[in-house]
């Protein structure tokens, strides 16, 4: 398989499901278990990890060739970290679903149908990848001021990952984790904390953000950018001391807010349903 340029997590019916692009065959694959995860209805991800290892056994044993045209990727998991895990794309997925009894197949047949076809269009228009994201966060209740805060930094946050790349940073493992050294010092909590505070699993730690939290990961994320470049860092070790110094400038922007608003930035706060938004500090 080709090198893998592009990653997104697409969302059928509320559950998260990780994708991954591949440039030379030009086509998305899906992590399975994710797709498995939301036929079954399975809140959690290890039970439906299990369905799945399961129905591969059966399916290879009745000589079912949709198995052996599933590929490992690796893809971030809850605790941040990247592990391999099967991924089919949205033919072999097609054929998968025949094999799980599930009220909802046909819907997701559908939806696989159309999100397996939209980095084509995005190719060619950028700016429909864009409003995507805006009709996304826009139906899952964001305000405007939240939506282009999310944007925003989201922004800043490739202009880092961009420079990482430029400069001897691999991908994956060390990018995850110059990325928690960066959240844990402005924050005091790491990415896996920061989401158990916030009862997510699967879901996106900064689709759950407050508007503070926002600002203050996109300040951390920014000065850590201007840090590496003033000092020129070059590999994992430079820029894990440039993250300690950009999350710190955050860290401390964060700790005078905090003082002089009374309110605290990172808290248990989401937008799960039914969760209260709580903002004063206690």
């Known amino acids: 398989m080709a ?21 030379k065959e030009e086509k998305w694959y899906f992590s399975v278990v994710d797709i498995i995860q939301a036929l079954i209805q399975q809140a959690d991800y290890q039970t439906a990890r299990k369905y799945w290892n399961k129905l591969k056994e059966r399916l290879k044993k009745e000589g079912n060739e949709s198995v ?25 997925l097609l054929r998968l679903i025949q094999s799980v009894p599930s009220p909802k197949a046909e819907p997701i047949k ?54 990482w790349k430029d400069n001897e940073v691999k991908e994956k493992d060390e990018f995850a984790i110059l990325t928690n050294i960066i959240h844990q010092e402005w924050s005091d909590l790491t990415v896996n904390q920061h989401k158990n505070l916030k009862k997510l699993k699967t879901q996106n730690l900064r689709d759950h953000m407050s508007d503070a939290e926002l600002i203050f990961t996109a300040l951390a994320e920014l000065s850590t950018t201007n840090v590496a470049k003033k000092n020129q860092a070059k590999g994992y070790d430079e820029n894990a001391v440039s993250a300690k110094k950009g999350g710190g400038v955050a860290k401390r922007a964060r700790k005078d807010y905090e003082l002089q608003t009374g309110q605290k930035v990172v808290s248990k706060d989401n937008f799960l349903p039914g969760r209260k938004r709580v903002k004063k500090l206690k």
């Open 3 to 23: 090198k893998k340029q592009n990653k997104s997590i697409v969302i059928f019916n509320n559950q998260s499901v990780r994708r991954e692009w591949d440039e």
């Open 68 to 92: 052996s045209n599933c590929h490992q990727l690796k893809f971030e998991a809850a605790d941040g970290k990247f592990y391999l895990t099967d991924a089919a794309d949205v033919e072999t």
């Open 110 to 163: 559908l939806w696989l149908a159309r999100v397996g076809y939209e980095r084509m269009q995005e190719i060619s228009d950028p700016e429909k990848a864009l409003n995507r994201g805006r009709d996304y966060w826009r139906r899952m209740g964001r305000s405007q001021k939240w939506i282009q805060q999310r944007m925003m930094g989201q922004e800043i946050r490739n202009k880092l990952t961009d420079y």
